[in-house]
C-alpha cells in the first residue's frame, strides 16, 4: 500500500527511493507516513502488517505480484516483535535470497535485549533502531536510514 510519495528534495538521492515498512503497529504505520510528510524524504513508503505478508511482497507473489504497484524496495524497515513469524526471522529470509540479500535493512525495535540487537547485527542488519513514540523520534531515524542508503549492506557485494 503506498502511504507517503514526495519529490525528491535531499541531494545525493535524486530518483524516488522505495521504502518497506513491515510492522503489525497500525499506529507505527500511521506515525512513520507522518515522519516522511514532516521530513519531506524522497521515498514511497509501501507497508504490510507481518513477516508473512513481507515474503509475500518480497517473493512478488499474491497480492504483491505486480511489481508497478508493489516494487521492489531499496530500504526495508523492519519491526522485531510480530505476531507469526517476527523480525529476525524475515531478516534471516531476506539475506538468503540471491535477489534481495543486498537491500538494506534496519531493525525498529522496543526491544531492550542486547542479544536482539546482537543477532540482528549477525543476520545482516544494517542499523537496529529503538522505536520512539513519537513523530519527532521517528524523523530523527528518518534522517538516518536516507543516509544509509549510501552505505551498502553489511555483507553485500561490492558494486
Not at 515474503?55 to 516483535?81: F, H, M, Q, V, W
Not at 540471491?98 to 542486547?114: F, N, W
Not at 549477525?122 to 522505536?131: I, P, S
Amino acid at each position: 500500500m503506498l502511504l507517503s510519495q514526495r519529490p525528491p528534495s535531499w541531494g545525493r538521492i535524486r530518483l524516488m527511493k522505495t521504502l518497506l515498512l513491515v510492522d503489525d503497529g497500525e499506529v507505527d504505520i500511521f506515525l512513520m507516513k507522518r515522519a516522511l510528510e514532516r521530513v519531506g524524504s524522497p521515498c514511497a513508503l509501501f507497508a504490510v502488517r507481518n513477516g508473512e505478508e513481507a515474503i509475500e511482497y518480497l517473493s512478488a507473489t499474491g497480492r504483491y505480484s505486480d511489481i508497478k504497484t508493489c516494487p521492489k524496495p531499496d530500504k526495508i524497515l523492519l519491526d522485531l516483535s510480530m505476531p507469526g513469524m517476527n523480525g529476525l526471522q524475515v531478516l534471516k529470509w531476506i539475506r538468503e535470497q540471491p535477489d534481495l540479500k543486498d537491500i538494506s535493512v534496519s531493525m525498529l525495535t522496543r526491544s531492550v535485549e542486547p542479544a536482539d540487537a546482537r543477532e540482528a547485527r549477525r543476520l545482516g542488519a544494517a542499523a537496529y533502531h529503538m522505536k520512539p513514540s513519537s513523530v519527532s523520534g521517528l524523523e530523527e531515524i528518518l534522517i538516518r536510514v536516507v543516509q544509509e542508503w549510501a552505505a551498502p549492506a553489511p555483507g553485500a557485494a561490492p558494486k
